[in-house]
């Protein structure tokens, strides 16, 4: 199957601090999603991108859409105690998707 | 509530005992799928299905079938399930038309163990 390289795999920050994660592909994708899912949960939606070279906000997230269509970032600022979790990527190509190996984000207060 | 729900949430069974994994949605969804989630591997795709009764695999679907007799319910099959089935299951569904087309939304989980 396709595969999807998230960086990084962990991230310790300082509460206040910005946060950045990627996820790139040899394959090209329709639509990239990214997801935060906490312990015990399933995962949550944060932002949805469908066209190449869109960025989207959403509060203190931004995220966008690579021009090559095989990669995606998400940004975090000023992170709080609250941003704690395992992010992951996700792309969709027809009707079927690839999901990122997970970013897990720790911030210390 | 819009919510996917899932049954039974833990499972304990020993290999080769057929087991279903329920899956329900209440917000009208046309497309649900099934992921399984192995650490260090992220979420793979098993199976999907567009709308009632067409269904297509995914990445992984080898030891799974699945059903769509009704848009909410997406039930998942293990008919003789073996240790490497052992995981974290979860059921999603979303739209496939709008502006929220594919914007999936997941249901809690079944963590199943395999003996």
């Known amino acids: 199957g396709q595969q999807l390289n998230q960086s990084p795999q962990s991230m310790f920050i300082q509460e206040g601090e910005d946060v950045s994660m990627n996820c790139t592909s040899s394959s090209i994708f329709n639509t990239w999603l990214w997801y935060k899912q906490d312990p015990g949960e399933g995962p949550v939606l944060l932002i949805a991108?469908?066209?190449?070279?869109e960025l989207t906000s959403n509060g203190r997230l931004t995220a966008q859409f690579g021009i090559t269509r095989k990669d995606s970032f998400l940004n975090i600022s000023a992170s709080i105690p609250s941003d704690v979790g395992i992010y992951f990527c996700a792309g969709r190509t027809g009707n079927q998707f690839y999901f990122g190996t997970g970013t897990s984000l720790t911030v210390i207060p | 509530e819009a919510q996917v729900t899932q049954n039974p949430r833990y499972l304990i069974t020993v290999t080769g005992k057929k087991l279903t994994v329920t899956c329900s949605q209440n917000m009208n969804h046309e497309y649900m799928s099934w992921y399984r989630q192995d650490p260090g591997l992220g979420l793979r795709q098993i199976y999907y299905s567009m709308n009632v009764e067409v269904t297509d695999k995914g990445d992984v679907p080898e030891g799974y079938k699945v059903s769509r007799k009704e848009k909410r319910n997406f039930p998942l099959i293990l008919e003789s399930p073996s240790p490497n089935q052992t995981s974290l299951y979860f059921c999603?569904?979303?739209?496939?038309?709008?502006?929220?087309?594919?914007?999936?939304?997941f249901g809690p989980g079944t963590r199943l163990t395999v003996l």
């Open positions: 999603a569904s979303s739209p496939t038309a709008g502006t929220s087309a594919y914007e999936q939304f």
């Open positions: 991108l469908y066209k190449a070279g």
